[in-house]
């Protein structure tokens, strides 16, 4: 199965109007985050069903692949490469790496969310965590994503420090991109532990930004949430 053939595949599954959807929802306008992303119309059930497919792919290809401007083409690589990562244990510390190498090409919200808690969050998970501080204080905000999101593997397995402390450490992130992923392992860890939770949100929540402690508040009791963003806890 070649490249080329991958590429068609998926080009057959594209639609005008998704792309035109896409392009907007995934901000790819002229000074938004998305700028210049190229959308074809593929959705992520039928990009998935391409990868699956094309699992066996190489790495030498995955990383062509990645270096697509077709966004859906990014997608799929990243998701072969979860998959190879999974299947091939003996593999995992070269796909690790070369995940970290090829960080400039996972440049949007879902290409991180997608792919790096079972890459970088699982392979880290019994492991020093440095490397997540490193992409924490990157100056590319798709890095910063990573560094967060990979802590969802860490979270599902009831350890919580890196999260609690990625998320102090970028408690001051402008971009609403990285509040909403903040917000969202905070959440994330209040399912498994609320007393976790509640106490970061008692040491924060005046100085939160709106958007995190919403996303971070939002399975609370609705009384309950009123009163947080009323800073009246």
């Given at each position: 199965?070649?490249?080329?053939q991958l590429k068609l595949d998926l080009s057959k599954l594209g639609s005008k109007s998704k792309a035109k959807l896409l392009s907007?929802?995934?901000?790819?306008?002229?000074?938004?985050?998305?700028?210049?992303?190229?959308?074809?119309?593929?959705?992520?059930?039928?990009?998935?069903?391409?990868?699956?497919?094309?699992?066996?792919?190489?790495?030498?290809?995955?990383?062509?692949?990645?270096?697509?401007?077709?966004?859906?083409?990014?997608?799929?690589?990243?998701?072969?490469?979860?998959?190879?990562?999974?299947?091939?244990?003996?593999?995992?510390?070269?796909?690790?790496?070369?995940?970290?190498?090829?960080?400039?090409?996972?440049?949007?919200?879902?290409?991180?969310?997608?792919?790096?808690?079972?890459?970088?969050?699982?392979?880290?998970?019994?492991?020093?965590?440095?490397?997540?501080?490193?992409?924490?204080?990157?100056?590319?905000?798709?890095?910063?994503?990573?560094?967060?999101?990979?802590?969802?593997?860490?979270?599902?397995?009831?350890?919580?420090?890196?999260?609690?402390?990625?998320?102090?450490?970028?408690?001051?992130?402008?971009?609403?991109?990285?509040?909403?992923?903040?917000?969202?392992?905070?959440r994330e860890i209040g399912k498994r532990d609320i007393n976790v939770l509640k106490s970061f949100l008692a040491k924060h929540y005046?100085?939160?930004?709106?958007?995190?402690?919403?996303?971070?508040?939002?399975?609370?009791?609705?009384?309950?949430?009123?009163?947080?963003?009323?800073?009246?806890?």
């Amino acid at each position: 199965m070649s490249l080329q053939q991958l590429k068609l595949d998926l080009s057959k599954l594209g639609s005008k109007s998704k792309a035109k959807l896409l392009s907007g929802f995934f901000k790819t306008g002229k000074g938004e985050y998305g700028e210049g992303d190229i959308f074809i119309g593929v959705t992520v059930p039928n990009t998935r069903k391409i990868a699956i497919k094309y699992k066996d792919l190489s790495l030498k290809d995955i990383e062509y692949l990645l270096s697509s401007k077709i966004h859906e083409e990014r997608l799929c690589a990243l998701l072969i490469l979860v998959h190879l990562y999974e299947k091939h244990s003996e593999k995992r510390e070269e796909i690790f790496n070369f995940y970290l190498k090829n960080t400039k090409y996972v440049n949007n919200w879902d290409l991180v969310d997608l792919s790096s808690h079972h890459i970088i969050g699982d392979y880290l998970l019994n492991k020093n965590r440095s490397e997540l501080y490193r992409l924490a204080n990157s100056n590319n905000l798709w890095e910063k994503r990573i560094a967060v999101i990979s802590t969802f593997n860490f979270i599902r397995n009831k350890d919580f420090s890196d999260s609690i402390k990625l998320s102090e450490l970028l408690l001051q992130e402008k971009h609403d991109l990285m509040h909403k992923a903040v917000g969202w392992m905070l959440r994330e860890i209040g399912k498994r532990d609320i007393n976790v939770l509640k106490s970061f949100l008692a040491k924060h929540y005046k100085i939160m930004p709106r958007t995190m402690l919403r996303y971070s508040i939002e399975k609370f009791p609705e009384s309950e949430r009123k009163k947080y963003l009323k800073g009246e806890i």
